[in-house]
């Protein structure tokens, strides 16, 4: 049986290798480790089909050095311990450093990556880890503070373009079909940066419209139209492995986003079916309450974050419940996204306006010179005033009146807006100068 498209187009040197030139290039961090024959353990962090496996193959094929390789998804601490003991019975026949690649780092326990340590610190092994996820927050912090980080980036529409090309004059089966890409929006759209998913596709919709009935066929014709009718109706054959972990997990916050419990749940049972990661769920579903519900209904962060916490508690199957409880409670509640809409704007205006100076009054006062200099001279102390209110400028002199946060129309920011609204009839604009009060340097 033939192998698929995507594993026989795995390229084999870096001169094959597609995209990251910010780190294989001729001045990439990787590349200069390569050249030099000393790669410190690195992890490599980016979505699917950017070629992270691929890269450390073709590394440890470059260094010439053993190559050891697990999948966090069903290794544990015995089968590292199991390679440790191969990489100690081969010293004798090789003196180089073997690298030890690790597919899904992320999904390892904290037991799992502990046991890595000690060989990573020593220099007894070169770790290539894998992920999808953040190692910041899936990656202990040991492990990372001995590891170079570096962030591989969807492929470019003219990387896929040349891969695409590539496919059909270089590949020994392509090669041999007359195949006519008329259109390619479509693929690139579908395919959205990811190698293995693009190749997949262009098999799958080769393959459909090959009538193998009909020895008269000199052409296959590749049209968007033929891309999508393919796509439609076999929509999970180009996702060999869980390639559509980011689609699904897009309907997901969508339909939490658009109020829609029972399609939210759907999502979430394909995401447990499938066997997702259910931090990554719980993950964002944290998100969700606070870029989607917002102040609409604050209690979601908390419902969110408790979920998040029950879940390392409990595991499976129940943490199952767990995750339909808050889904459904994130998608039955009023939305507002108002605090996203405030930071991105005031971050507009950071990058636009520069660092600001902070009016005098509102400086802190540490010393003596500092007091002298008119650091925290006449800042009013809320809480001495009537309300816990007073008259007072908060704002850099150049943003009067520039307002960041807008509440919106739900019953919680409404009592929101009603307070903010009686507290700007007493608030002077920020081009009003302070009048002497009492001072406070809390």
Known sequence: MNSPLAERMRPRTLDKYLGQQHIVGPTGAIRRAIDSGSLPSVILWGPPGTGKTTLAEIISHKLNVPFFTLSAVNAGVRDIRDIFARIDANKMFSIKRPILFIDEIHRFSKAQQDSLLAAVEKGRITLIGATTENPSFE???????????????????????????RALTEDPIMKTKQIEIQETSAIIRFAGGDARKLLNILELVTDANQDENNPTQTKIIVTDEKIVACLQENPAAYDKNGEMHYDIASAFIKSIRGSDPDAAIYWLARMVAAGEDPKFIARRLVISAAEDIGLANPNALLLANACFDALTKIGWPEGRIILAETTIYLAASPKS??????????LKEVNESGDLPVPLHLRNAPTELMKTLGYAKNYKYAHDYKGNFVKQEY?????????????????????????LNALKKERPPCSEKQSTGVEKTK
């Open 337 to 346: 996204n108002s605090a996203y809409m405030a930071i991105e704007a005031a």
């Open 139 to 165: 990656v202990i912090r040991p492990l990372i503070s001995r590891c170079q980080v570096y962030v591989l980036k969807p492929l470019e529409e003219k990387d896929m373009l040349t891969l695409i090309n």
């Open 395 to 419: 704002c850099p002199e150049k943003l009067t009146g520039k307002m960041f946060y807008s509440p919106q129309d739900n019953p919680q920011e409404a009592k929101t807006a009603a307070f």
